[in-house]
Protein backbone atom coordinates (compact mmCIF):
# COMPACT_ATOMS: atom_id res chain seq x y z
CA UNK A 1 0.00 0.00 0.00
CA UNK A 2 1.50 3.23 -0.75
CA UNK A 3 2.79 5.33 2.29
CA UNK A 4 0.40 8.36 0.98
CA UNK A 5 -2.64 6.18 1.20
CA UNK A 6 -5.54 8.35 2.99
CA UNK A 7 -5.96 5.11 5.34
CA UNK A 8 -2.01 4.92 5.90
CA UNK A 9 -2.16 8.27 7.22
CA UNK A 10 -5.17 8.26 8.98
CA UNK A 11 -3.69 5.57 11.08
CA UNK A 12 -0.91 7.80 11.61
CA UNK A 13 -2.68 10.40 12.90
CA UNK A 14 -4.74 8.08 15.59
CA UNK A 15 -1.49 6.45 16.77
CA UNK A 16 0.15 10.46 17.04
CA UNK A 17 -3.29 11.57 18.10
CA UNK A 18 -4.01 9.04 20.87
CA UNK A 19 -0.50 9.04 21.86
CA UNK A 20 -0.76 13.12 22.84
CA UNK A 21 -4.26 12.39 24.78
CA UNK A 22 -2.42 9.91 26.88
CA UNK A 23 -0.04 11.71 27.94
CA UNK A 24 -1.92 15.39 28.04
CA UNK A 25 -4.54 13.15 29.98
CA UNK A 26 -3.28 14.28 33.66
CA UNK A 27 -4.34 18.14 32.91
CA UNK A 28 -7.26 17.77 31.30
CA UNK A 29 -8.52 14.67 33.87
CA UNK A 30 -6.59 15.09 37.11
CA UNK A 31 -6.22 11.80 39.05
CA UNK A 32 -8.40 11.72 42.46
CA UNK A 33 -6.21 10.97 45.42
CA UNK A 34 -7.40 7.05 45.41
CA UNK A 35 -6.03 7.28 42.52
CA UNK A 36 -2.91 9.08 43.04
CA UNK A 37 -0.49 5.84 43.75
CA UNK A 38 -1.10 4.83 40.17
CA UNK A 39 -1.56 7.49 37.85
CA UNK A 40 -0.42 5.78 34.61
CA UNK A 41 -3.49 3.73 34.99
CA UNK A 42 -5.90 6.44 35.32
CA UNK A 43 -5.02 7.93 32.72
CA UNK A 44 -5.02 4.63 30.62
CA UNK A 45 -8.25 3.75 31.20
CA UNK A 46 -9.55 7.24 30.58
CA UNK A 47 -7.74 7.06 27.53
CA UNK A 48 -9.32 3.96 26.60
CA UNK A 49 -12.77 5.15 27.99
CA UNK A 50 -12.34 7.74 24.60
CA UNK A 51 -11.58 5.26 22.16
CA UNK A 52 -14.19 3.06 23.36
CA UNK A 53 -16.65 6.08 22.79
CA UNK A 54 -15.26 7.16 19.86
CA UNK A 55 -15.34 3.87 17.59
CA UNK A 56 -18.35 2.28 19.46
CA UNK A 57 -20.59 5.33 18.49
CA UNK A 58 -18.74 5.24 15.01
CA UNK A 59 -19.55 1.65 14.21
CA UNK A 60 -23.50 2.52 15.08
CA UNK A 61 -23.27 5.49 12.50
CA UNK A 62 -21.35 3.68 10.32
CA UNK A 63 -24.33 1.07 10.31
CA UNK A 64 -26.71 3.51 10.22
CA UNK A 65 -25.22 5.68 6.82
CA UNK A 66 -24.54 2.28 5.25
CA UNK A 67 -27.26 0.10 6.05
CA UNK A 68 -26.69 -2.56 2.76
CA UNK A 69 -22.60 -3.51 4.39
CA UNK A 70 -24.84 -5.13 6.97
CA UNK A 71 -25.76 -7.49 4.14
CA UNK A 72 -23.07 -8.20 2.87
CA UNK A 73 -20.19 -8.03 5.47
CA UNK A 74 -17.31 -9.06 2.63
CA UNK A 75 -17.54 -6.91 -0.39
CA UNK A 76 -19.96 -3.92 0.19
CA UNK A 77 -17.72 -1.09 -1.00
CA UNK A 78 -16.89 0.61 1.83
CA UNK A 79 -17.59 4.08 2.57
CA UNK A 80 -15.21 6.40 3.56
CA UNK A 81 -16.99 6.61 7.05
CA UNK A 82 -16.41 3.03 7.78
CA UNK A 83 -12.64 2.61 5.98
CA UNK A 84 -11.93 5.74 8.18
CA UNK A 85 -13.18 4.16 11.60
CA UNK A 86 -11.24 0.87 10.81
CA UNK A 87 -7.83 2.84 10.21
CA UNK A 88 -8.53 4.87 13.47
CA UNK A 89 -9.00 1.92 15.40
CA UNK A 90 -5.97 0.33 14.09
CA UNK A 91 -3.97 3.79 14.97
CA UNK A 92 -5.39 3.91 18.36
CA UNK A 93 -4.69 0.22 19.43
CA UNK A 94 -1.13 0.15 17.90
CA UNK A 95 -0.86 2.86 20.46
CA UNK A 96 -1.99 1.27 22.96
CA UNK A 97 -0.47 -1.84 22.90
CA UNK A 98 2.86 0.24 22.55
CA UNK A 99 2.32 2.07 25.62
CA UNK A 100 0.12 1.11 27.52
CA UNK A 101 0.93 -2.89 27.33
CA UNK A 102 4.49 -2.56 27.66
CA UNK A 103 3.79 -0.21 31.36
CA UNK A 104 1.76 -2.99 32.28
CA UNK A 105 4.01 -6.06 31.59
CA UNK A 106 4.08 -7.30 35.37
CA UNK A 107 -0.09 -6.93 34.97
CA UNK A 108 0.11 -9.55 32.12
CA UNK A 109 2.74 -11.58 33.59
CA UNK A 110 -0.02 -12.72 35.99
CA UNK A 111 -3.38 -14.30 34.49
CA UNK A 112 -5.10 -12.67 37.14
CA UNK A 113 -6.15 -9.30 35.47
CA UNK A 114 -8.07 -10.83 32.76
CA UNK A 115 -9.41 -7.73 31.10
CA UNK A 116 -6.08 -6.49 30.34
CA UNK A 117 -4.97 -9.97 28.32
CA UNK A 118 -7.86 -9.47 26.67
CA UNK A 119 -7.41 -6.61 25.25
CA UNK A 120 -3.79 -7.51 24.54
CA UNK A 121 -5.14 -10.23 22.58
CA UNK A 122 -7.63 -8.22 20.85
CA UNK A 123 -4.93 -5.56 20.20
CA UNK A 124 -2.39 -7.98 18.76
CA UNK A 125 -4.42 -10.06 17.05
CA UNK A 126 -7.88 -8.53 16.32
CA UNK A 127 -7.21 -5.10 15.51
CA UNK A 128 -3.70 -5.15 14.10
CA UNK A 129 -4.18 -8.61 11.84
CA UNK A 130 -7.85 -8.80 11.20
CA UNK A 131 -8.40 -4.98 10.78
CA UNK A 132 -5.15 -4.77 8.75
CA UNK A 133 -6.59 -6.56 6.16
CA UNK A 134 -9.80 -5.24 5.78
CA UNK A 135 -7.72 -1.40 5.51
CA UNK A 136 -5.31 -3.35 2.72
CA UNK A 137 -7.99 -5.15 0.72
CA UNK A 138 -11.13 -2.72 1.25
CA UNK A 139 -12.59 -6.00 1.86
CA UNK A 140 -13.98 -7.17 5.49
CA UNK A 141 -14.92 -3.52 6.68
CA UNK A 142 -18.31 -4.61 7.40
CA UNK A 143 -17.24 -7.86 9.38
CA UNK A 144 -14.74 -5.13 11.31
CA UNK A 145 -17.39 -2.96 11.73
CA UNK A 146 -19.34 -5.21 13.59
CA UNK A 147 -16.44 -6.30 15.71
CA UNK A 148 -16.22 -3.12 16.60
CA UNK A 149 -19.73 -3.12 18.14
CA UNK A 150 -17.97 -4.22 21.27
CA UNK A 151 -16.53 -1.12 22.20
CA UNK A 152 -20.27 -0.35 23.33
CA UNK A 153 -19.73 -2.67 25.93
CA UNK A 154 -16.18 -1.24 26.58
CA UNK A 155 -17.39 2.40 27.35
CA UNK A 156 -18.95 1.06 30.47
CA UNK A 157 -16.71 -1.35 31.13
CA UNK A 158 -14.02 1.13 31.26
CA UNK A 159 -16.28 3.67 33.13
CA UNK A 160 -16.25 0.58 36.01
CA UNK A 161 -12.55 0.87 36.43
CA UNK A 162 -12.73 4.46 36.58
CA UNK A 163 -15.51 4.56 39.26
CA UNK A 164 -13.39 1.69 40.83
CA UNK A 165 -10.33 3.85 41.44
CA UNK A 166 -12.56 6.87 42.21
CA UNK A 167 -13.60 4.98 45.04
CA UNK A 168 -17.54 5.45 44.02
CA UNK A 169 -18.72 1.80 44.29
CA UNK A 170 -21.02 2.64 46.57
CA UNK A 171 -22.55 5.18 44.69
CA UNK A 172 -25.94 4.94 42.60
CA UNK A 173 -23.91 5.66 39.58
CA UNK A 174 -21.94 2.59 39.70
CA UNK A 175 -24.76 0.73 40.27
CA UNK A 176 -26.51 2.32 37.48
CA UNK A 177 -23.76 1.39 35.35
CA UNK A 178 -23.21 -1.79 36.55
CA UNK A 179 -26.65 -2.78 35.03
CA UNK A 180 -25.42 -1.09 31.94
CA UNK A 181 -22.62 -3.21 31.83
CA UNK A 182 -24.17 -6.41 32.05
CA UNK A 183 -26.72 -5.18 29.22
CA UNK A 184 -24.51 -4.50 26.77
CA UNK A 185 -21.70 -6.75 27.55
CA UNK A 186 -24.62 -9.55 26.79
CA UNK A 187 -25.84 -7.19 23.72
CA UNK A 188 -22.61 -6.49 22.23
CA UNK A 189 -20.02 -8.68 23.15
CA UNK A 190 -21.58 -11.98 23.54
CA UNK A 191 -24.77 -11.88 21.13
CA UNK A 192 -22.48 -9.87 18.29
CA UNK A 193 -19.77 -12.77 18.81
CA UNK A 194 -21.61 -15.31 18.47
CA UNK A 195 -23.86 -13.25 15.19
CA UNK A 196 -20.14 -13.46 13.52
CA UNK A 197 -19.00 -16.51 14.50
CA UNK A 198 -22.45 -18.43 12.95
CA UNK A 199 -21.94 -15.74 9.87
CA UNK A 200 -18.63 -16.77 9.50
CA UNK A 201 -19.73 -20.30 9.39
CA UNK A 202 -22.52 -19.71 6.73
CA UNK A 203 -19.52 -17.78 4.14
CA UNK A 204 -16.92 -20.19 4.58
CA UNK A 205 -17.25 -20.68 0.88
CA UNK A 206 -16.39 -17.02 0.09
CA UNK A 207 -13.63 -16.57 2.48
CA UNK A 208 -9.94 -17.50 1.61
CA UNK A 209 -8.32 -20.58 4.03
CA UNK A 210 -6.27 -18.64 5.73
CA UNK A 211 -8.89 -15.87 6.39
CA UNK A 212 -11.40 -18.03 7.84
CA UNK A 213 -8.46 -19.44 10.15
CA UNK A 214 -7.47 -16.29 11.62
CA UNK A 215 -10.75 -15.09 12.32
CA UNK A 216 -12.25 -18.52 13.42
CA UNK A 217 -9.21 -18.26 15.84
CA UNK A 218 -9.72 -15.00 17.10
CA UNK A 219 -13.57 -15.69 17.69
CA UNK A 220 -13.10 -19.28 19.19
CA UNK A 221 -10.37 -17.41 21.86
CA UNK A 222 -12.31 -14.28 22.59
CA UNK A 223 -15.80 -16.18 23.01
CA UNK A 224 -14.23 -17.75 25.75
CA UNK A 225 -12.40 -15.26 27.21
CA UNK A 226 -15.40 -13.12 27.48
CA UNK A 227 -17.84 -15.71 29.02
CA UNK A 228 -15.12 -15.83 31.65
CA UNK A 229 -14.84 -11.92 32.27
CA UNK A 230 -18.77 -11.80 31.98
CA UNK A 231 -19.02 -14.68 35.15
CA UNK A 232 -16.11 -12.43 37.16
CA UNK A 233 -17.96 -9.56 36.34
CA UNK A 234 -21.32 -10.87 37.54
CA UNK A 235 -19.62 -12.42 40.70
CA UNK A 236 -18.31 -9.27 41.58
CA UNK A 237 -20.82 -6.84 40.95
CA UNK A 238 -24.46 -8.49 41.87
CA UNK A 239 -23.40 -11.97 43.55
CA UNK A 240 -20.98 -10.01 46.05
CA UNK A 241 -24.01 -7.45 46.84
CA UNK A 242 -26.70 -10.38 47.55
CA UNK A 243 -24.15 -12.73 49.66
CA UNK A 244 -23.59 -9.45 51.77
CA UNK A 245 -26.98 -8.41 51.85
CA UNK A 246 -28.26 -12.18 52.90
CA UNK A 247 -25.57 -11.97 55.76
CA UNK A 248 -26.71 -8.72 57.13
CA UNK A 249 -30.50 -10.21 57.30
CA UNK A 250 -28.65 -12.84 59.17
CA UNK A 251 -26.99 -10.47 61.86
Given at each position: ?16 G ?9 RLI ?19 F???L ?25 S ?13 D ?12 AW????V?I ?12 V ?5 I ?6 Y??F????L???I?S ?10 M????K ?18 R ?8 RW???N ?9 T??S?GL ?5 M ?6 R ?7 KS ?10
Amino acid sequence: MDLLDPGVLIVGGSFAGFRVLNRELHRLIPAPSSALRNPWKWRNIWTSFIHSLLTGSWALLSFYLLPEMAEDLISTTPSRFSHSLVAVSIGSDLKYHNVIHISQSAWLKCAVKIIYTERLFEDTFSVITCFGISLLLHRYVGFSVVALLVEINSIFLHMRQILLMANLVKTITYRLNSLLNLGTYMIFRITTLAWMTRWLVLNRENIPLLTYTIGSVGLAIMTVMNIVLFYRLLRSDFLKSTRDQQKEKEK
